[in-house]
């Protein structure tokens, strides 16, 4: 068993977390992008509900992946997990927006603060299952 040190961060365990959210979120978003990605404005089609979903389900993933290998302090690593995998697509978005022209207005700086806090939020919410699941299984031994 590895000995965890109180308030320190196991980046590894982070990184792996990142990595299920990415998986598991980018491919539906990527397809959903390329079906759909020229819809006009207001006449989008709802296969963006997709996208969402899996968003929310792959942040959900990381942190509750990352809260199952680290349970002494499985909050701190899914934050950590979801706040690398965030932090990863806002560098591919930005880089994006650079590459193809598009402004990068306050609106879509906010916008991507909204959705940084929504996915941390998820990642710490899968943690917190995590720890939830572990404690019952823990208690039925």
Not at 2 to 28: C, H, M, N, Q, T
Not at 40 to 57: D, Q, T
Not at 89 to 118: E, K, M, N, S, W
Request: glycine residues 12%; charged residues 15%; hydrophobic residues 50%.
């Amino acid at each position: 068993m590895v000995r965890e040190r109180s308030g320190s961060v196991d980046w590894r365990v982070a990184l792996r977390g990142a990595l299920v959210a990415l998986i598991v979120a980018l491919p539906p978003v990527v397809v959903v992008r390329l079906l759909k990605g020229n819809d006009l404005e207001g006449r989008e089609s709802n296969l963006w509900v997709v996208s969402v979903l899996a968003i929310f389900l792959g942040f959900g993933l990381c942190g509750y992946n990352a809260g199952r290998q680290r349970p002494r302090s499985a909050l701190l690593h899914a934050a950590a997990a979801a706040g690398l995998a965030f932090g990863g697509l806002v560098v591919y978005t930005v880089f994006r927006h650079l590459v193809t022209g598009d402004p990068i207005t306050l609106a879509f700086v906010v916008r991507l603060v909204l959705v940084g806090q929504i996915t941390v939020s998820l990642g710490i919410l899968g943690g917190y299952v995590a720890t939830r699941r572990r404690g019952r299984a823990g208690s039925a031994a």
